[in-house]
């Protein structure tokens, strides 16, 4: 079984930063893709930024120099390092990777999620 669990979301002011991480952990022959998502009350997930295995970001718009997407393959981590925060980042952040088992399939999965809360 795959877990992955996401922590570091929180309660910040606006303007301040927030650090969150992503561990993967079980049965994992390789990590593809990676992403962090969001999803606000009332509105549809939305991708915030992803990352290849070889390190290539992409940024949703909204985000885009104020958020840094990273990963460290040894610890099959992902992170989302987030500053100047504005009260319309405030949402539940959701990690997601492409995973390949040994068979060569492979399968998306997702964490939990944790609540990233902007006060204005």
């Known amino acids: 079984q795959v877990q992955l669990v996401e922590s570091g979301g929180g309660l910040v002011q606006a303007g301040g930063s927030l650090r969150l991480s992503c561990v993967v952990s079980?049965?994992?022959?390789?990590?593809?893709?990676m992403a962090w998502y969001r999803q606000a009350p009332g509105n549809k997930r939305e991708l915030v930024a992803i990352i290849t295995s070889g390190g290539s970001t992409n940024y949703a718009d909204s985000v885009k120099g104020r958020f840094t997407i990273s990963r460290d393959n040894a610890k099959n981590t992902l992170y989302l390092q987030m500053n100047s925060l504005k009260a319309e980042d405030t949402a539940v952040y959701y990690c997601?990777?492409?995973?390949?088992?040994?068979?060569?399939?492979?399968?998306?999965?997702w964490g939990q999620g944790t609540q990233v809360t902007v006060s204005s």
């Open positions: 079980g049965t994992i022959f390789s990590i593809n893709v």
């Open positions: 997601n990777a492409g995973i390949f088992s040994s068979n060569g399939y492979r399968n998306d999965y």
